[in-house]
């Protein structure tokens, strides 16, 4: 077993908050259900996925709104929002609003890049624009500017009883700090370190100089450090699915099994024009887990985890592997509850 180099300080976790089309509530209030839950059990963070014309959370900002207002200390993420999807002022507008609510729990996760099915989507989604719109990282640098204060019009005064404003209002003092950028390349690492973000790495990156998960994803750990004000101290979380099965009852094991073995081809080599390497989900007792965690070099450098959440299963099986994370696998990493 290898030894850790920096013991795990913060755990969270991360869940796509899947509905039944027919009737989307149910799921969604479970969804919240499982934050709330998430808190009880003494989770530092609670992180949603972001997933357009999908029977996922389309909205997570609206989402983590009515999470705020159902817990007091759990801190809430985007993990993560595509910015192609959104206009960076009126996103501001949303993330302010919703971390003030908060008191200052709000962690937003954003990435770059065209949307997702952009040749489907795009007469719906910049029916006019669609030719001019700018989905690099400047998309990214606008919202940066807007939370940091920083105008955004010419005018700030007083229009015969109407007041306006030169930055976007609500403003939230260091929201901005609080921004994650969710990477999977070298150049997206560095990036997110020469402008001072904090960094999501989740279970699928590009395959750029190696076909090893756990080398390349450590390759963009530290490319983001070397490039990061901070150094050393700059920010960085993991996000691999793990199950672990302490408590589950047999019939959970098996299904839990299953879920990862048909995950599994898509793991052992590169997938699709961009190459993209996908990790194993980590299945098994919380002393298993850990171990093959201490032993991957990426878990190593980093003190902050956001464990994702097997897609579909039901509310009990979350239940169950909330708690096996909180009691079991946390402790057995070091981990502290807060």
Known sequence: ???????????????????????????????????????????????????????????????????????SRIELGTAVTPLAWENPLRLAEDLATVDLLSGGRLNPGISVGPPMRWDDVRQALYPDTAEQEDFGYARAERLLRMLRGEPVSPFAGTVGIEQFSERVQPYAAGLAERVWYGAGSLRSAEWAGRHGLNLLTSSVVKAEESEDFAEIQLSHVRAFRDHHPQGQAARVSQGLVVVPTDTATPAQRDRYAAYAESRLPRTTSPQGPARMMFAPDLVGSAEQIAER?????????????????????????????????????GPALGWVPG
């Open 1 to 71: 077993m290898g030894a850790p180099s920096r013991p795990l300080r913060r755990l969270g976790f991360l869940t796509i908050g899947l509905f039944d089309a027919a009737d989307p509530r149910p799921g969604l209030e479970s969804t919240l259900q499982t934050i709330v839950q998430g808190e009880q059990l003494g989770f530092d963070s609670a992180w949603v996925r972001h997933r357009h014309l999908q029977h996922g959370i389309s909205s997570p900002v609206a989402m983590l709104a009515a999470a705020a207002q159902r817990t």
């Open 293 to 329: 965690l201490l032993d991957h070099v990426a878990y190593r450098e980093v003190d902050e985890v956001a464990f994702a959440l097997p897609f579909d299963v039901a509310p009990e099986d979350y239940t169950q592997i909330l708690t096996d994370i909180a009691t079991r696998l």
